[in-house]
Nanobody, 119 residues
């Protein structure tokens, strides 16, 4: 397994940008599918974006397509979520998670980072 630590959250205004980072410790980071999830109070956690281990195919929930970009730097054991044109409805705690190759479950989770978008 890998251990994950997110950073980069904060308070921004609608239309602003933020970049979240998630750094992994442990072995074989390049063999993990990395996902970003978010959770609002009173709501279920939802998948936001993910990127495969190789060749880095990206996937997005419809609500963030065209605004968010997920990327990874395997040399730095880090996955990023670039968030542009932020909206108040993007306000949530954002978590990164790791899933080994094409196994079904995400087995490693970060502690989460708060993103708040004011209108």
């Amino acid at each position: 397994q890998v251990q994950l630590v997110e950073s980069g959250g904060g308070l921004v205004q609608a239309g602003d940008s933020l970049r979240l980072s998630c750094t992994a410790s442990g072995r074989s980071f390049s063999s993990y599918y990395m996902g970003w999830f978010r959770q609002c109070p009173g709501k279920e956690r939802e998948f936001v974006a993910g990127i495969s281990w190789s060749p880095g195919l990206a996937h997005y929930v419809d609500s963030v397509k065209g605004r968010f970009t997920v990327s990874r730097d395997n040399a730095k054991n880090t996955v990023y979520l670039q968030m542009n044109s932020l909206k108040p409805e993007d306000t949530a705690v954002y978590y990164c998670a790791a899933r080994f190759r094409d196994l079904p479950d995400f087995t490693s989770w970060g502690q989460g980072t708060q993103v708040t978008v004011s209108s």
